[in-house]
């Protein structure tokens, strides 16, 4: 006999037991229901792309995995092929490549897993799935895709029940105007919006001694900016204070667009306590030029932003000259179920997605069992035909376990009498249903499980 | 500006436009929901694995994806994972692994991407989807499972809707109690079983040529396992023929396990002119211990086995001393839906998913078109609200290409009465709606489409 490979985890490549995948899998049922009443459509790109396309963006290369056969072959190329790090480098490939099959603006929805060789940490993942949305425009896209974004987030969460949370919404345009304002050089302004980035986490005062220290502005325009981002107050107060500032034409377009963006929430049926006006979300990356947005759980914000974006003005220079401009969120998924898990926000439950359990006390009536679950079937019902020859003490301890509603039991004398017997786990409640009458019971089964 | 990257394909790692990826959606949809009318539970598992562990049953290293960082970094474990090449071996290390939170009999459906590098023909892809399902059990598992199988491939078959098939069920018990009693050697069994599973392709006269020159068997012996698997009738005739063949205990064991399966199909629902006894399926793999099953498409017998498995006697040998056997089948959705795709069998409709698209004919209403997406979406339609500031005429080839069944049209002198136009794309009929009516109108919109 061959020897035991012992079966471990691999560290940052999660895995999850069927009541967790089930629970996953309902969660992201959800969001991928949202995303389609919003009208955006399925994409999957493959797994790996082009080396040159991920590096494109100036991907980090330690974090990329590129492939190798494991036994080598001489016209080998899978080392100029790598797994992807996230979905948006594919997105711009994809559309730049498909485009004349693609109509404008494009939305689509977009759920798979990426790969990013970081060091494992808490939280920190190297398998994990994202859940991205993104409208792409050809050469303009209006500022109402702007507006649909937050409101999509709010379903998404609203649905998801992990808690109350709030989307911040700021605008790129006002940040870098204030900043060009200042006559502050463009290649610096990134460091500065990383500055900013960090004031929750490190607080007013560190963020200054960076500014000062390290980026050496002047103090009226620390000040100044620190006052902007620190602004509070309901989104009209905001956006009052925000107009009544001079700080040059980029700033006042970044006001507009805000206001602009805010106006259509409500319309859109996003309630006033669920967004803010949040002039510190500045966002790390240089890839936003517009509207930026995060999301956190208000009783959880060590979590961080749950769901993060923007608007881009181009998507795929790389890749196609046409211009692509857009607006979109990913939420960094598996990362967030992680931590909702482990906070006890959401609990597995069921290892079951069955309504129904037949246990066969009787294997004499092994052909009424089948007949039973095939009818039950036919009927609408997910059904769980018990299937080994054991006592009918370990078939119903087997329900318990896997959490079955519903069992049913059924041996000699309710076959001679056409009945079965239900039992409803939850409440231990029995009843007899004649065979004959199965159809209307199962339908008002189904009702009464909404 | 960057030099423009030209986007392009990998070879065999397949990609599809939204209309096809919207069609493959669906069908997968329709996949999952069968496996879970059948009490199977959703697992994932990650897509590497330590090379031993894929390894461990002699997967070709050539075919093998592994991992490694685009630029090293010195403490690198990439190289000790590889990308798994199908669901089964994971399976295994899974199930070994998290033994003790597992409840048997385990189902459990994978519906996931493999990885492999095969050299990309017609057909063949490096990346492409597998749907497996396997039911495992501890120490024994009851030949109930077995006719569970069938009745599972059954269901799925007939809801796709892709052509009449036929399930084709043998027994490995069978075949090799044939071959012990005419004392071939163990060790050829698999040469011998490899050749017949080709008879259809290549023809009696090949397979008994092969069997004789390079496999020396017997021509007494050659002409009875010839007769044996060209059995043809009804699958009482054929049962009763080889119930009168005496050719020892294994193979009466593997009839009789045959018949009791084959026996439990009616009572599971499956129509006796969708199964076949077929002594012919010999599976090439030495995996499978028992029961065997393959799926052809009646018209499209080219494309070969649609969906195959069997029982087999340890899963996870390899990783644990724990016996437990199981039954599964897996379906290679990818070459299977390339394949329908390029038959015409299935056909890409739509490019969206949404029931309905709000034109924004009139940007002055833009608050009223943002409510009435609202309020449609609060209804349980899924609603797209064309965002673009485009003519009229626009939106509705958008509409048009993209494949919506309901356009909303609103202007001026709608919204003073206070009206909506709905038109129905596909008759090209047009009603007025009041706006206070929405609600009766979304439900029978609802319930027309099915």
């Known amino acids: 006999m061959a020897e035991i490979i012992k079966p471990k985890s691999i560290s940052g490549f999660p895995e999850w037991l069927p009541s967790e995948k089930i629970l996953e899998e309902g969660m992201l049922g959800i969001i991928r229901e949202t995303f389609e009443q919003f009208g955006f459509v399925p994409l999957e790109t493959s797994a790996v792309e082009r080396n040159e396309v991920l590096t494109s963006k100036g991907g980090n290369e330690k974090e990329i995995y590129t492939l190798a056969r494991l036994a080598g072959t001489p016209e080998d190329d899978a080392k100029d092929y790598s797994l992807h790090f996230d979905l948006t480098v594919p997105l711009a490939r994809y559309v730049a490549q498909h485009y004349g099959h693609l109509i404008f603006p494009f939305r689509r929805y977009q759920i798979q897993k990426v790969w990013r060789g970081e060091r494992p940490q808490d939280g920190r993942f190297r398998e994990f799935y994202q859940c991205d949305i993104d409208i792409i425009g050809e050469e303009k896209l209006s500022l109402l895709a702007d507006a649909e974004v937050p409101s999509i987030i709010y379903q998404v969460f609203r649905k ?50 960076e500014l000062w220290d390290e980026l050496k502005l002047s103090s009226e325009l620390i000040a100044d900016l620190l006052d902007l981002i620190s602004l509070t107050g309901s989104k ?57 947005y995060e999301t956190i759980l208000k009783d959880h914000r060590g979590i961080g932003s749950i769901c993060s974006g923007g608007r881009f003005d181009n998507l795929a220079g790389n890749f196609t000259k046409k211009k692509l401009p857009g607006v979109g969120i990913s939420i960094g998924w598996t990362r967030l179920f992680s931590r ?34 095939t009818r039950l079937r036919e009927l609408g019902l997910n059904v769980e035909l018990y299937s080994e020859s054991k006592a009918f003490k370990k078939q119903m301890q087997y329900a318990s376990r896997k959490g079955f509603r519903y069992v049913l039991i059924a041996g000699d004398q309710e076959f001679r009498d056409e009945k079965v017997k239900i039992k409803n786990m939850e409440s231990g409640e029995e009843s007899g249903w004649n065979i004959s009458e199965l159809e209307s019971k199962v339908s008002q089964m189904l009702s009464s499980q909404g």
Chains 1, 2 share one sequence.
């Open 340 to 373: 909702l898990l482990a906070a006890g926000i959401v609990q597995p439950g069921k290892a079951t997605r069955s309504h129904i359990l037949i246990t066969t006390m009787d294997r004499s009536y092994l052909q009424e069992y089948l007949k039973l679950a």
């Open 160 to 209: 998801l029940e992990i808690g109350d949370f709030l989307i911040r919404i700021n605008n790129r345009k006002l940040l870098s105007g204030f900043l060009l304002f200042y006559q502050v050089p463009v290649e610096v302004h990134n460091d500065v919006l990383r500055a900013i980035d960090k004031i929750e986490k490190i607080g007013r005062e560190k963020v200054e001694k």
């Open 236 to 292: 009209e107060e905001i956006l009052q204070t925000l107009e009544s500032k001079d700080y040059g034409e980029g700033f006042a377009l970044g006001v507009s667009e805000l206001k602009e963006v805010v106006g259509n929430l409500e319309n859109l049926g996003v309630p006033s306590d669920y967004y803010r006006i949040d002039m510190s979300v500045a966002r790390g990356l240089d890839y936003y030029t517009g509207t930026v």
